[in-house]
């Protein structure tokens, strides 16, 4: 079963650039990961907002445990104002089934 991912990332006031940059340098081999239907990254005035969708919980996992992840976070770590916020979500599809949810 697909799972979605919403995770927050908050740099600090002056590092919001290169937290940005980091991210985006990283997309690319997320994108190769197996497993990978989405991985997205938006950007708000202060935030980060990452939205993923893996194929199931097994490349989910792996992808937590993986080299470019553990050194994106490795990376950004001392550039964020607080812990990233991962949730982890179940689609609760409503209205129009191509409107309702993720995917």
Not at 63 to 90: I, M, R, W, Y
């Amino acid at each position: 079963m697909p799972i979605t991912v919403v995770a927050t990332i908050t740099p600090k006031p002056d590092r919001m650039d290169a937290v940005r940059e980091a991210f985006e340098q990283a997309i690319p081999a997320v994108h190769e990961e197996d497993g990978c239907e989405l991985y997205a990254l938006h950007a708000g005035q202060e935030v980060l907002v990452m939205v993923e969708r893996w194929r199931d919980g097994a490349a989910l996992e792996a992808h937590g445990a993986g080299d470019t992840f553990n050194q994106l976070s490795e990376g950004v770590k001392d550039d964020l104002a607080e812990p990233l916020q991962v949730h982890v979500l179940q689609a609760v599809p409503a209205g129009d089934a191509t409107k309702g949810a993720i995917g």
